[in-house]
């Protein structure tokens, strides 16, 4: 008689199935932020397979991994290595390793084309055997014929857009500005620039563009740029009605004292006699004065 086989338990001792369950408590905060055309079930299996891939993530600190999470959900972006990515940084001595979201090409071109904001777009790397010519100047121009074989390696990145009012808008970087732009990057020795080094270099171009642009890619999310986009003029705060004044007591206006008495000193009587003798004086001359008038 066959023996019956008993259901497979789930091993909780495997970092994979523990991390399984753990998903499961924090994915109700992922389907918040998920935007609609991204299905939860789809992406819990990328992360997964993201997980599977690189080991490293499941000795990372847990916050920042589901933070990382959070953060690609909330762009509506897959961490697929194309899309996206989860890279954990850190992790030397006794230091615990991190995670951040990075969005990658493809990723980032998905968020030009949701801002509504261009009529065109094209980003591309540059190999030492294809025709590339780049025009500064009144008319710019960038020509380039791709070499249908052994490209030779890259010498350059170019990122273009066309905006809403036709005009073209143009960014290059030569092997030299690429280079120097990995130097100051958290990634220059993982296996993204080790292994993708094209893809990066466009990366960093599109970077470059979008710092001329008002498009808020890549570092930014574009559903929050809808509604408050960069060309809006902050809100000024309405201003405020000033309190009333009290009202003031009417002040009774302070009298100084005359400098000049109203009433003049009684004269003393020599006084009173040079006085008299001096009015009869001026009663005289002004007699003669008024003698003078031609109406008199």
């Known amino acids: 008689m066959d023996k019956v086989q008993e259901p497979a338990q789930t091993n909780l001792t495997d970092p994979i199935s523990k991390f399984r369950k753990e998903w499961e408590i924090f ?18 299996r990328v992360v997964i397979t993201a997980v599977q891939n690189n080991r490293e993530l499941l000795s990372a600190d847990k916050k920042t991994f589901f933070s990382a999470c959070l ?11 194309k899309e996206g990515a989860l890279v ?3 992790g030397e001595g006794k230091e615990v390793k991190t995670v951040s979201f990075m969005p990658m090409v493809e990723g980032i071109i998905k968020q030009i084309w949701r801002s509504d904001k261009i009529k065109y777009f094209s980003a591309n790397a540059v190999y030492e055997n294809d025709e590339f010519d780049y025009c500064l100047g009144d008319a710019e121009h960038i020509v380039h014929k791709p070499a249908m074989s052994n490209r030779g390696e890259v010498i350059a990145a170019y990122a273009i857009v066309k905006n809403l009012k036709e005009e073209y808008i143009r960014t290059v970087l030569t092997k030299e500005e690429i280079e120097k732009l990995r130097k100051c990057s958290r990634t220059k020795d993982k296996f993204f620039w080790n292994n993708w080094y094209d893809q990066m270099a466009i990366k960093s171009a599109i970077h470059r563009l979008s710092k001329k642009l008002d498009l808020g890619v890549e570092w930014e999310i574009i559903e929050d740029l809808k509604e408050i986009p960069h060309s809006q003029p902050p809100k000024l705060a309405a201003p405020q009605t000033p309190p009333a004044l009290p009202k003031s007591e009417p002040i009774e206006a302070e009298v100084s004292e005359p400098l000049i008495s109203a009433a003049p000193p009684t ?13 009869k004086s001026n009663a005289k001359k002004e007699g003669k ?5 031609p109406f008199e």
């Open 267 to 279: 004269p003393t009587e020599e006084e009173g006699t040079e006085m008299s003798a001096e009015s």
């Open 27 to 44: 994915s109700p905060e992922i389907k918040a932020v998920l935007p609609a055309h991204v299905n939860l079930d789809a992406f819990k």
């Open 88 to 90: 954990s940084f850190g």
């Open 71 to 81: 953060e690609c959900a909330k762009q509506g972006l897959l961490p697929d290595g």
């Open 289 to 293: 004065k008024k003698s003078n008038l």
